[in-house]
């Protein structure tokens, strides 16, 4: 059963970086993509960043390209999500999500992998 468990979030001031993990078990990813999703209050989940485990293929939503940088490290089984220049508009809690695909996707149909979230909080 493939688990998913993130972490790396937490309170951080605007302009402030953060970068979370999500570490992934259970499957063997080289026919993977991994997606980084953001659900703020009210709001509908999104796409932040997607990267294919093989290749290194990737994504990013408008919103956060040139901020953002999606990574993963095959030995230790581990999606990155390194954030820089945050915005208040960025809080929100952060899904990692696996998906059987050949590339990297924006469509959260597409992932049959969720894990808990984290919640990011930017705010002075």
């Known amino acids: 059963q493939v688990q998913l468990v993130e972490s790396g979030g937490g309170l951080v001031y605007p302009g402030g970086s953060l970068r979370l993990s999500c570490a992934a078990s259970?499957?063997?990813?080289?026919?993977?993509?991994m997606g980084w999703f953001r659900q703020a209050p009210g709001k509908e989940r999104e796409s932040v960043a997607s990267?294919?485990?093989?290749?290194?293929?990737?994504y990013y939503a408008d919103s956060v390209k040139g901020r953002f940088t999606i990574s993963v490290d095959n030995a230790k089984n581990t999606v990155y999500l390194q954030m820089s220049g945050l915005k208040p508009e960025d809080t929100a809690v952060y899904y990692c999500?696996?998906?059987?695909?050949?590339?990297?996707?924006?469509?959260?149909?597409?992932?049959?992998?969720w894990g808990q979230g984290t919640q990011v909080t930017v705010s002075s």
């Open positions: 990267i294919t485990w093989i290749g290194g293929s990737r």
């Open positions: 259970g499957g063997t990813f080289s026919n993977y993509a």
């Open positions: 999500a696996a998906g059987r695909l050949w590339g990297p996707s924006p469509d959260r149909d597409a992932y049959d992998y």
